[in-house]
């Protein structure tokens, strides 16, 4: 089966840190780009970062540039996702998703656009 699975979310006091996974199986890993999305209830999807797994390239939100970092082990198949210096606005559900792309240019690709979607792994940060 195609699919992308999302893991490492949890509990942390603001100021820590976590190290989210998103594993790829069924489809060639490396020709694909890989983004990571957040939604926290009531509020709209929003993007927080993508990675071209071919050429390492990466793109951030403006709210996370200096604290996270993507990264992708193509030989595991797998994009991480370190957060650091958590607070409260990073506290929501983190997606994963994966497509083939021609070009985007200095944005990601918008959740809609990836034809992969994997289901999402909570991050709670407490104060």
């Known amino acids: 089966d195609v699919q992308l699975q999302a893991s490492g979310g949890g509990l942390v006091q603001a100021g820590g840190s976590l190290r989210l996974s998103c594993a790829a199986s069924?489809?060639?890993?490396?020709?694909?780009?890989i983004s990571w999305f957040r939604q926290d209830p009531g509020k709209e999807r929003e993007l927080v970062s993508c990675?071209?797994?071919?050429?390492?390239?990466?793109i951030y939100a403006d709210s996370v540039k200096g604290r996270f970092t993507i990264s992708s082990d193509n030989a595991r198949g797998t994009v991480y996702l370190q957060m650091n210096s958590l607070n409260a606005e990073d506290m929501a559900i983190y997606y994963c998703a994966g497509g083939v792309f021609q070009g985007y240019g200095n944005r990601c690709p918008q959740w809609y656009e990836h034809d992969i979607r994997g289901k999402g792994t909570q991050v709670t940060v407490s104060s």
């Open positions: 069924g489809f060639p890993f490396d020709d694909h780009t």
């Open positions: 990675i071209n797994t071919r050429d390492g390239r990466a």
